[in-house]
């Protein structure tokens, strides 16, 4: 059951980066108002997906599985600054878009 957290978060992760795309394909529509809720739900999925990692994380230090931990840690910190920074820099463009609208 635990290890659906890693699924579940590479999952949100994507959608994190999906949406924000689907928003620029649907820049040409005049009168697109979703495009708000559509970021605030790519923002909100990066932020559980985040959460599921650390909670995966706690999760390997209460059964004390110290190798796993050690071994995992450095990509999940790798991947998890890629998950924010593109999340981040595909919502900003996103706003610049719709900005002026």
């Known amino acids: 059951m635990i290890g659906l957290l890693n699924i579940g978060s590479l999952v949100l992760g994507l959608i994190a980066w999906i949406l924000p795309g689907v928003n ?3 820049s040409e529509k ?41 071994d995992t840690t450095g990509a999940v910190l790798f991947a998890a600054i890629m998950l924010l920074s593109v999340t981040i820099i595909l919502n900003a463009i996103t706003l610049i878009v719709y900005r002026g609208r």
């Open 24 to 26: 620029l394909m649907r």
């Open 30 to 70: 005049t009168g697109d108002k979703n495009w708000v809720t559509l970021s605030i739900i790519s923002l909100s999925a990066c932020a559980i997906s985040l959460f599921f990692q650390m909670y995966y994380n706690y999760h390997l230090v209460k059964i004390e599985d110290w190798s796993a931990l050690m």
